[in-house]
T-cell receptor, first 114, second 113 residues
């Protein structure tokens, strides 16, 4: 059974650029959620995808968008990057229908915006 | 929406002693409260969770208690060991299946030898 994998692990962008982060969910899981973790803070919910549609969203602007593919993998896209977008982006997979807390996180993608 | 407060932000205990981390939540509809452990540079990992119909849950050296009336829950670690050193996050969930967890800001637990 494979766990949640994310890529890239680290990347550096400049303000105004766009970034795409990728996530492969754990085998058997059909729901993917994304969290942003700023340095020294707890993770903040961005959004969740199930059946290739966004079905839950936290307090993040529209320039944060995502996709889920038929194999349940997912992408997080961030447009018009700002300095405050620098953070660790965590992907988590779960099996829809179970309590949302049973999340299995990937190791994250650390984004630095200069 | 839900708001979760966690304290202390840093906790230093002697090896073998107990550690207690406390969290409060704002949404009385919250019904699920997990605790995650995150080691430096690693992913958060679920260590224990509790649902609103239970007041206490134990798993070996770890226990969680929930007081729904006061809207607070606590993590208890007994007989602490060096490998318990990490950042611990509490979280609450009040959605209907399509919302995320609301996390506290974390407690850095330091086990002194």
């Amino acid at each position: 059974e494979t766990g949640v994998t994310q890529s890239p692990t680290h990347l550096i962008k400049t303000r105004g650029q766009q970034v795409t982060l990728r996530c492969s969910s754990q085998s058997g899981h059909n729901t993917v959620s994304w969290y942003q973790q700023a340095l020294g803070q707890g993770p903040q919910f961005i959004f969740q995808y199930y059946r290739e549609e966004e079905n839950g969203r936290g307090n993040f602007p529209p320039r944060f968008s995502g996709l889920q593919f038929p194999n349940y993998s997912s992408e997080l896209n961030v447009n018009a990057l700002e300095l405050d977008d620098s953070a660790l982006y965590l992907c988590a997979s779960s099996l829809y229908g179970t309590m949302v807390g049973e999340l299995f996180f990937g190791e994250g993608s650390r984004l630095t915006v200069l | 929406g839900e708001n979760v407060e966690q304290h202390p932000s840093t906790l230093s205990v002697q090896e073998g002693d107990s550690a207690v981390i406390k969290c409060t939540y704002s949404d009385s509809a919250s019904n699920y409260f997990p605790w995650y452990k995150q080691e430096l540079g690693k992913r958060p990992q679920l260590i224990i969770d509790i649902r609103s119909n239970v007041g206490e849950k134990k798993d070996q050296r770890i226990a969680v208690t929930l007081n729904k009336t006061a809207k607070h829950f606590s993590l208890h670690i007994t007989e602490t060991q060096p490998e318990d050193s990490a950042v611990y996050f509490c979280a609450g969930y009040s959605g209907g299946g399509a919302d995320g967890l609301t996390f506290g800001k974390g407690t850095h637990l330091i086990i002194q030898p």
